[in-house]
């Protein structure tokens, strides 16, 4: 069953709680797919009117931010050893490149990592616990996480759910049409930031790797 028309089968209440707590998660360092949950729910929200748009954007982003918060927290008491730890449990979130993709956002962009990288699937998940490990000063964590929180839960719910208002128009008139439209609307950024942040990945992994030694010269070129 498609993620969609499991939620229309739930109270929204449960809705509110659900994606609350799978983007707390997720913004805690655990991957989940925080952002499929939003998009889809506030594209129902748009569709029915037993979901509040502003009760949704509020939970998504108090689930961000206290998220993020709660992986600060355990960054900065685990350190090195947590990173190294989740690289052996999740090593296609928590590899090497990943997590020098990571750092280096940090240390170039500092603050901004933090408050940007809401956007980005990976930095999303590593926000927290890598500002913690880093030693980031917590009031300038605190400041780009809310900021953070606010313009990327709060604004995808809010450009999903008039996407749909008028995706709902069009269906009325172009049948699926208009339903594919939206969908393709509101998946394409994501799947754009995610194509992005593999590439920046792959990049930060060549450039991890050492330069190759150069070969021994032969005994006769001695001789």
């Known amino acids: ?8 089968t739930v109270p929204a209440v449960s809705v509110y709680l659900l994606v609350g707590v799978v983007i707390g998660l997720e913004s805690l360092g655990i991957p989940l797919p925080g952002e499929i949950i939003l998009v889809s729910s506030a594209l129902l929200a748009s569709q029915h009117g037993d979901i509040d748009p502003l009760v949704l954007g509020i939970c998504a982003t108090t689930g961000a931010i206290v998220g993020d918060s709660i992986g600060y927290a355990i960054g900065r008491r685990g350190g090195k050893p947590l990173l190294e730890r989740l690289g052996r449990r999740f090593p296609k979130h928590f590899g090497a490149a990943q997590i020098g993709m990571a750092e280096r956002s940090f240390e170039k962009w500092g603050m901004w990592a933090v408050l940007f990288g809401r956007f980005v699937a990976l930095l999303r998940i ?19 996480n809310v900021f ?16 749909g208002i008028v995706a709902e ?3 009325k008139r172009f049948s699926w049409l208009g339903l594919v439209l939206a969908v393709l609307i509101g998946l394409t ?33 001695r001789g």
């Open 169 to 171: 128009a069009w269906l």
């Open 189 to 221: 950024s994501m799947l754009v930031l995610k194509r992005r942040a593999a590439k920046a990945a792959a990049a930060g992994a060549g450039e991890a790797e050492p330069a190759a030694e150069p070969e021994p010269a032969l005994a006769s070129e």
């Open 126 to 144: 590593f926000a927290g616990p890598l500002a913690g490990v880093l030693h980031m000063p917590y009031w300038k964590f605190l400041i780009a």
């Open 1 to 8: 069953m498609h993620i969609q028309e499991w939620l229309e």
């Open 148 to 163: 953070g929180g606010i313009l990327w839960a709060g604004g995808t719910t809010a450009v999903i759910y008039y996407v």
